[in-house]
């Protein structure tokens, strides 16, 4: 089974894998489109059970990194640069230390080598398939945007909110348990591949001290951090671009 996907850019530039977080789909990067499609063949996707991909099954990290390359694959691109942001990072970070020989570089955004814990992953698991995406579309606002990105931006912030509480409950809850068995804490320190981290400096979700331990361990790597929340795309999408822009004109 494909995932759903869209390419937009000229057919004949670099291509650029971006890599959206759970409770979203590929929508998440309209902030980003507009600059980065003049430079790059931008590939989007909706990973496992998000969005109108309707893979179903239980899932781990490692094959939704194999989801990546299969893609790639299926579209015969041999090389590409890879952004991801929250599990669209950790993603990243696989293929950074699994499958580096298809990637130029890497950017890996709010994210961890190890994101929250493996009880608080199957405790929503069983919430959604119990409660429905209800239960946790309405925290998400506080964990994904500052309090004042929230006051000023209502009709960025409502509409990912909404978009949370009508995906399919079961594709997240296996999303939730991919995410409880997904550890790369041992493997980071492996990765070759060139890597760009960026940090949300108010994430509660994955910090800064994440940000930190991946930096340390990623021998070459760069670090930015940016004024904003766990989704630093939207909540600074101007400042998330052009460091993307800056880092992949630099590989």
């Known amino acids: 089974m494909m995932l759903h996907y869209q390419l937009d850019g000229p057919e004949d530039a670099p291509v650029l894998v971006l890599s959206n977080s759970m409770g979203t789909t590929l929508s998440l990067w309209e902030p980003q489109l507009k600059a980065l499609t003049p430079h790059f063949r931008v590939l989007r996707y909706d990973m496992h059970g998000h969005g ?45 230390r699994f499958a580096p020989e298809r990637f130029y570089g890497l950017v890996v955004a709010n994210t961890a080598a190890r994101i929250g814990d493996q009880a608080s992953w199957l405790s929503r698991a069983r919430a959604v398939r119990q409660e429905g995406m209800g239960v946790v579309a309405a925290g998400t606002a506080d964990r994904w945007f500052t309090h004042s990105f929230r006051q000023h931006y209502p009709e960025v912030v409502e509409p990912l909110v909404h978009q949370l509480a009508q995906m399919d409950p079961e594709g997240y809850a296996e999303g939730c348990e991919a995410l409880a068995g997904a550890d790369l804490r041992t493997e980071v320190s492996a990765i070759t591949a060139p890597v760009m981290i960026i940090a949300g400096e108010h994430d509660p979700v994955t910090t800064v001290a994440d940000a930190d331990f991946l930096h340390q361990q990623i021998a070459g790597s760069q670090r930015v951090t940016l004024s904003a929340s766990h989704l630093s795309n939207v909540e600074a999408a101007d400042a998330f671009t052009a460091a993307v822009l800056t880092y992949f004109r630099g590989q």
């Open 52 to 96: 109108q991909t309707r893979k179903r099954g239980k899932v781990t990290l490692a094959q939704l990194g194999e989801d990546v390359i299969a893609l790639l694959d299926h579209l015969n691109i041999d090389k590409a640069c890879f952004c991801g942001i929250s599990v669209g990072g950790l993603i990243g970070l696989w293929l950074a």
